[in-house]
């Protein structure tokens, strides 16, 4: 499964942005996909997941009603909408895959995509 994460931007304290990420070369719907992102200096965090179906969502607690994860499946696309934007989401954004697994966790992912830049001035 090869995965493509695009959308990322400078944006500022308050603005919203949503990232895309497109898969191809396997079968998108028997996959939990999940968003991870990794600031400068930092490890790379859990941010929101999505179960193959769209059916259940989970979300760190630090994004929790500001970012909303979704899918489409006859796009072969994961969405993840941030709204409110905070300096401190500055990061890399990464997608990830698993299949049949919630991607809650960096070592539950079997694929990753190439990330998107998100930079949030205050």
């Known amino acids: 499964v090869q995965l493509q994460a695009y959308g990322g931007g400078l944006v500022q304290a308050g603005d919203s942005l949503r990232l895309s990420c497109a898969a191809s070369?396997?079968?998108?719907?028997?996959?939990?996909m999940g968003w991870f992102r990794q600031a400068p200096g930092k490890e790379r965090e859990f941010v929101a997941a999505i179960s193959w179906s769209g059916g259940s969502t989970y979300y760190a607690d630090s994004v929790k009603g500001r970012f909303a994860i979704s899918r489409d499946n006859a796009k072969n696309t994961v969405y993840l909408q941030m709204n409110s934007l905070k300096p401190e989401d500055t990061a890399i954004y990464y997608c990830?895959?698993?299949?049949?697994?919630?991607?809650?966790?960096?070592?539950?992912?079997?694929?990753w995509g190439q990330g998107t830049q998100v930079t949030v001035s205050s």
């Open positions: 070369g396997g079968t998108f719907r028997m996959y939990g």
């Open positions: 990830a895959a698993a299949r049949d697994a919630i991607v809650t966790a960096a070592n539950r992912a079997l694929y």
